[in-house]
């Protein structure tokens, strides 16, 4: 039982833009994002995906299109969405993102937790092992469900998988590889 997946993280935000964090809102791609989600699908457009799985949320269903829309079928499902900031929501991502550590247990207030997210993602592959066997998938998505496959599926802890995020670096890549056993 194998299920090979690519991972990519969904276009830069107006939100981002302007340091904001936007959990489970819509979220609009900038004219930046869009040029992103496009160039990534030319970047990874040798690549051959059975399908390609997306968060509902309205950015990372936008960077699937824009990037696989044409040549790859793109399934929204809610489970790959960001994690629920609750009152964080809108508000400027330094205010958590230094402390991302104390919500892995404790939710966000008005929101949900990392462990949460876990969850989510643990739901997720298993309905993947169940209908993708020995299939190469791609996700769109986000940060918190990225986090989840590492602790998931590269056996790091939470502190590690947060400490360890690409994102701090700023050290991003047309995709991430996971193979599900």
């Known amino acids: 039982m194998v299920v090979r997946i690519t991972y990519f993280v969904h276009g830069t935000t107006t939100d981002n833009e302007q340091g904001l964090a936007t959990g489970w809102m819509p979220g609009e791609l900038s004219e930046k ?3 992103e989600a496009k160039k990534l699908g030319g970047l990874v457009s040798a690549q051959k995906f059975d399908v390609v799985f997306c968060s509902d949320l309205k950015r990372a269903v936008d960077s699937a299109e ?3 829309g044409e040549r790859d079928k793109v399934i929204q499902d809610k489970r790959l969405r960001e994690c629920n900031y609750g009152d964080f929501t809108q508000k400027s991502a330094g205010l958590f993102k230094s402390k991302m550590s104390d919500y892995i247990d404790k939710p966000f207030p008005h929101g949900e937790s990392y462990k949460d997210v876990e969850k989510r993602i643990a739901d997720f592959i298993t309905f993947l ?5 020995r299939k190469h998938i791609a996700i769109v998505a986000h940060q918190a469900p990225q986090l989840a496959l590492d602790v ?12 360890e995020d690409w994102r701090k670096k700023k050290t991003w890549q047309p995709g ?3 193979v599900v056993e």
Not at 129 to 133: A, F, G, S, V
Request: charged share 35%.
């Open 129 to 133: 092992k169940k209908n993708y066997e």
């Open 66 to 68: 824009l990037g696989f």
């Open 176 to 178: 991430w590889e996971y």
């Open 152 to 163: 998931l599926v590269k056996g790091r802890t939470w502190k590690q998988a947060i400490e």
């Open 33 to 35: 994002g869009i040029k």
